[in-house]
């Protein structure tokens, strides 16, 4: 079965760096498209950021854009997110989610991981 | 930039009935690709419905989608107990990816 299991959440100061990992398996990772969803606790739900399958297509949010990076690692199943200069506004729950339909993200999130929590606070 | 807005915020119903769930965009969603969402508490979202209509895997036929351009409808039609959570929409696959604000199904 589909498993997504989101690590490197906590505590940061504002301008401070954060890398989150998210480990895949029981599905074929390297031929489907990657998405980071974050939601601010009891609030809704901001899609953050898409990679294609094969790393060669990045989409941000606007909100995060020049700041964060989405990368994978095809040899290990790991998607992962880069943040640097984070802002409080950037506390939230960060899921990583597999697209449904395949590799260049046409599809909605089909499964998505349990989330960490990341906290900017000094 | 495509806005989808959600309607009612609060829908407080009974189990058994038949609850109805809006999603409006601010412009027409190509393809029809809109997806829905269930949210429980404590939980992670799961995909419900995707391509306005199409039940994702193990979705109860009680769930139901409908509508195209720029107006969506989630119907369930007998709420479970199961059922009462919060339901967001979303666009794809058009970056930004925007999420609807949520309408939270509640006990009556």
């Known amino acids: 079965q589909v498993q997504l299991v989101e690590s490197g959440g906590g505590v940061v100061q504002p301008g401070g760096s954060l890398r989150l990992s998210c480990a895949a398996s029981g599905f074929t990772f390297r031929n489907y498209g990657m998405h980071w969803v974050r939601q601010v606790p009891g609030k809704g739900l901001e899609w953050v950021t898409f990679?294609?399958?094969?790393?060669?297509?990045?989409y941000y949010a606007d909100s995060v854009k020049g700041r964060f990076t989405i990368s994978r690692d095809n040899s290990k199943d790991t998607l992962y997110l880069q943040m640097d200069s984070l802002r409080a506004e950037d506390t939230a729950v960060y899921y990583c989610?597999?697209?449904?339909?395949?590799?260049?993200?046409?599809?909605?999130?089909?499964?998505w991981g349990q989330g960490t929590l990341v906290t900017v606070s000094s | 930039e495509i806005v989808l807005t959600q309607s009612p915020g609060t829908l407080s119903l009974s189990p058994g009935e038949r609850a109805t769930l809006s999603c409006r965009a601010s412009?027409?969603?190509?393809?029809?690709?809109l997806a829905w969402y269930q949210q429980r508490p404590g939980q992670a979202p799961r995909l419900l419905i995707y391509g306005a209509s199409s039940r994702a895997t193990g979705i109860p036929d009680r769930f139901s989608g409908s509508g195209s351009g720029t107006d969506f409808t989630l119907t369930i039609s007998r709420l479970e107990p199961e059922d009462f959570a919060v339901y967001y929409c979303?666009?794809?696959?058009?970056?930004?990816?925007?999420f609807g604000q949520g309408t939270k199904v509640e006990i009556k």
């Open positions: 412009q027409s969603v190509s393809g029809n690709y």
């Open positions: 979303q666009q794809y696959p058009t970056s930004p990816r925007a």
């Open positions: 989610t597999k697209d449904l339909h395949g590799g260049t993200g046409t599809g909605p999130s089909s499964y």
């Open positions: 990679i294609q399958y094969d790393g060669s297509n990045k």
